[in-house]
């Protein structure tokens, strides 16, 4: 679908799980979901948060694949890994940063987002954003999301790695990018152990 671009925002989750059943239906996912779903500081809220690949402009997980079985489409999309060359080795699974590719071991296979591309091809929205009530997961043209007080951030900060993607997050305004250090959310779990 030209001049289409998808938007996570975790602030407008509700915790449905709508996109996880929608997922598992999509024909190429044999039953499997792609999404990520999350509960946020479950101990202090009940906070939840969907996600898909966020198909890296440079993704490690192809690169890192020993056997080229992970390949990037014209559109940008990262495809799972096919079949007939992957050896669930997991290497994919270690290096993403997001923590999105899954090996299925039922299939032997690194399973993730591949943005619903049989559907897209075809003209149509990726399952997941077709049946989110709140909008956290959407598919839309840039126009149709600009009248959000969010802003859409496609570059993520990781310590001194900087990972631009295909997918945005909506992010408060003048956020620019996201910044993920893993340290801080282990110091923080730190002290609340130590106080």
Not at 163 to 192: C, F, Q
Request: glycine share 6%; net charge negative; proline share 7%.
């Amino acid at each position: 679908m030209f001049g289409y671009e998808f938007y996570v925002d975790p602030s407008r989750c509700i915790g449905c799980q709508s996109c996880v059943e929608a997922c598992e239906e999509c024909e190429t996912h044999r039953g499997v979901s792609m999404i990520n779903f999350d509960y946020l500081d479950r101990h202090e809220m009940a906070g939840t948060a969907a996600y898909v690949c966020w198909h890296c402009e440079e993704p490690t997980c192809a690169m890192v694949c020993p056997a080229d079985a992970i390949k990037v489409g014209e559109d940008g999309v990262v495809r799972s890994a096919l079949k007939p060359r992957c050896i669930a080795c997991s290497n994919c699974v270690l290096a993403c940063p997001f923590g999105i590719p899954k090996v299925i071991p039922e299939y032997e296979q690194m399973m993730k987002c591949d943005m619903c591309y049989d559907r897209t091809s075809a003209g149509k929205k990726p399952m997941c954003a077709t049946v989110c009530p709140s909008q956290a997961l959407s598919y839309v043209r840039p126009d149709e999301i600009a009248h959000r007080r969010e802003e859409p951030a496609n570059v993520f900060v990781f310590g001194n790695q900087k990972v631009k993607t295909r997918v945005n997050m909506m992010v408060p305004p003048d956020t620019g990018s996201v910044s993920i250090d893993v340290m801080d959310y282990m110091w923080e779990g730190h002290l609340a152990q130590t106080e």
